[in-house]
């Protein structure tokens, strides 16, 4: 008989990120400007698409980086025997360190250094 698995085996489990897409944006209107993007990272039992967003008053050097609240969690081969929240979809996020992630990607993406980010 298989075991059901549960949240916190997925807390544990080995994550590959698969891919990321941003999107540059500017407005003028408000002075501000920064990307919006999203991340997908998976294990052998499910698919975690965090989005998330890097904005900057166009005055400042920094960005400030934070999730957006459609972090998607779904299982890869069936659909996931339970129900989380919000708060656990960020607590894996925060796991799977998905600032370095965004700091990665808008460094290559637009040739900025890492010490352009507030944390």
């Given at each position: 008989m298989e075991q059901q698995l549960k949240r916190d085996d997925l807390l544990v489990a080995?994550?590959?990120q698969l891919r990321s897409q941003i999107m540059g944006w500017q407005e003028e209107s408000q002075n501000f400007n920064g990307f919006d993007g999203s991340?997908?990272?998976?294990?052998?039992d499910a698919i975690f698409d965090i989005y998330w967003v890097a904005q900057r008053e166009m005055e400042d050097e920094k960005?400030?980086?934070?999730?957006?609240?459609?972090?998607?969690?779904?299982g890869f081969k069936e659909t996931l025997p339970f129900k989380v929240t919000y708060e656990w979809k960020q607590a894996l996020a925060e796991k799977l360190q998905w600032r370095d992630v965004v700091h990665q990607i808008l460094t290559?993406?637009?040739?900025?250094q890492l010490e352009l980010f507030e944390d």
């Open positions: 080995d994550w590959k991340t997908r990272f998976w294990c052998t960005y400030e980086c934070y999730l957006t609240e459609d972090l998607e969690l779904t290559e993406a637009s040739g900025n």
